[in-house]
């Protein structure tokens, strides 16, 4: 009889260990699959039904010009993704991911009959140049349904999401989630989003000051920073990274706007990053900023600046490495190799 006290960190690391390949040799793999194990509390974790959330969802900051486009590419955007021509759709389905695109609060009404999951919290946010982009209700509200999204691939058997964004203007949230969340200068948190040339970003670093100084000396909670500078889209996948944590699943973690919601949503609960996979490093200067927050490693880092989830969809297929070499590879002694010293 075996009376060895369970460690279930030793096991994992052991399982990891005795494998048939040199100790370390499949470097972040083995960081993945040790963390999944972990999460999942088993020697034989499991992803199953992976999907990704679209979270989208207009600013009224957007009509400052501190994006390359007009602010109707969200709403368009979005019917592209219902039509599947989308990145996101293209990756989701060649890695077998089932994809929802979520309303949480774009700048049109859309008709009834797609599968838009409406959860629409208004056309848009304000002008957080002028005033908070949105009430306290409105934040809350947007957490509470970005939750709830989570609870419904929950209840159909899915236990690792994805959240992705689509937001004419959203990198200005992010920047500023990010200044003021990591105390960080302005400027140190702005890049060029959909493709901003020189004038334009020095223009974007000038309008994203002006909200910093607006947003004033008020106390740097997530819910009150998330208010004045955030997004309906920004909120609810907020909302949904900590219900995912919550509910035990596997979180992968997109871009630049991704991980500022899930920066927002750290605050709240600081325990959601163990269920965490960085899945890339955006483009987007301000990303470097939040990775350190999390002492993140990445997976990919191909300079995509894309959002949509795309990250999630392409670096999919590791973390699914990952738990595959964890579960059916041989280890030493079942295999009859011969170990090192
Ligand atoms: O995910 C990223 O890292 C990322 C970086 C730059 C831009 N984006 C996407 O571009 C849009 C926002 O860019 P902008 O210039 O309008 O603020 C929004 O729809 C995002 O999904 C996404
Ligand atoms: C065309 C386009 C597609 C996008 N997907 C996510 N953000 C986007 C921004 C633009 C402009």
């Known amino acids: 009889m075996n009376l060895q006290p369970f460690n279930l960190d030793e096991d994992i ?59 109707d590419v969200t709403w368009q ?23 929802k695109i979520i309303d949480a609060g774009v700048n049109f009404i859309f008709s009834k009959e797609n599968e838009l999951i409406d959860q629409k919290i208004g056309l848009g946010t304000k002008n957080c140049l002028e005033e908070d982009a949105m009430t306290e209700q409105e934040c809350l509200e947007a957490i509470e349904k970005g939750k709830e999204s989570v609870r419904l691939i929950d209840r159909e058997g899915s236990n690792v999401v994805g959240c992705g964004e689509m937001g004419i203007g959203n990198t200005s949230s992010a920047s500023l989630l990010v200044s003021l969340l990591c105390k960080a200068d302005i400027e140190e948190c702005v890049g060029r989003g959909t493709g901003l040339n020189d004038e334009q970003l020095e223009n974007k670093v000038k309008i994203l000051s002006q909200v910093i100084k607006r947003f004033g000396d008020r106390e740097r909670t997530p819910v009150e920073v998330l208010k004045a500078v955030g997004g309906f889209e920004i909120a609810q996948m907020a909302g949904a990274f900590l219900e995912a944590a919550e509910l035990g699943m596997v979180i992968l973690v997109d871009g630049f706007i991704a991980s500022s919601a899930f920066l927002v949503a750290g605050m709240i609960n600081p325990k959601i990053s163990e269920n965490a996979v960085f899945c890339h490093k955006s483009h987007e200067k301000g990303h470097a900023l939040i990775l350190n927050h999390f002492k993140a490693k990445p997976i990919l880092d191909m300079n995509l600046r894309l959002g949509e989830g795309t990250g999630c969809a392409l670096a999919y297929p590791i973390v699914k490495s990952a738990v595959a070499f964890f579960n059916d590879m041989a280890s030493f002694e079942s295999a009859n190799v011969s170990s090192g010293n």
């Open 13 to 71: 690391q052991k399982k990891i260990d005795t494998k048939t390949k040199p100790l370390g040799a499949l470097g972040d793999l083995e960081s993945i699959a040790f963390k999944i194990a972990k999460l999942q509390n088993s020697l034989m974790p499991r992803l199953l039904n992976p999907s990704i959330l679209v979270f989208a969802g207009d600013h009224g900051l957007a009509k400052t010009g501190v994006s390359a486009f007009p602010q």
């Open 77 to 99: 955007m979005v019917l592209n993704f219902l039509n599947k021509g989308a990145a996101i759709n293209v990756f989701a389905q060649q890695n077998d991911i089932e994809l």
